[in-house]
């Protein structure tokens, strides 16, 4: 099991973003090329029941479903099209289950909105982009925004189970 690097705040990752803000991480990218199947992105309509994750300290974040266009390389624009629940998380080696019923459109792909974040596993060879970010925060059905080249290569050990239909 990959274990998470530590806390992560979007400075790091992005150092012309204000340490002091949250900023939103779109997953283009998985280490392990994604979830069982592969899959970067929602392969097809359906409701997630479950988030999985691994943190190296507890925290929270607001989960969400973004669209992704024009990803090339470091850059893309995204928009958020979905705000699910807060989640706040332990500390802890093992994988998190948190319940949830969110409707997932295919082709939809996770994200996150955060200051810091401990549930990410970083690489330091990994050339890679894993994430695109985002400050300031991305609008709920706001327009596709571009990333203006801030990536991260660090993955989030973060994963969506969910059934397919309604």
Request: net charge positive.
């Amino acid at each position: 099991m990959t274990q998470p690097t530590g806390p992560v705040i979007c400075r790091q990752d992005a150092h012309a973003f204000d340490a002091t803000k949250p900023c939103d991480r779109v997953a283009v990218q998985f280490l392990d090329t994604g979830s069982p199947g592969g899959n970067k992105k929602a392969p097809k309509d359906g409701i997630i029941k479950r988030i999985n994750l691994v943190a190296f300290t507890k925290g929270h974040f607001r989960f969400d479903l973004a669209k992704v266009k024009n990803l090339h390389g470091d850059n893309g624009k995204a928009k958020i099209v979905h705000r699910g629940p807060k989640i706040d998380y332990q500390s802890s080696a093992r994988i998190q289950t948190f319940h949830v019923h969110e409707r997932v459109h295919k082709g939809e792909y996770l994200a996150i909105r955060s200051q810091k974040t401990s549930f990410l596993y970083c690489l330091s060879a990994s050339e890679s982009t894993e994430q695109l970010l985002f400050q300031p925060v991305l609008a709920l059905n706001g327009p596709f925004t571009s990333n203006a080249g801030h990536t991260s290569t660090c993955t989030m050990l973060l994963r969506a189970v969910y059934a397919k239909g309604s």
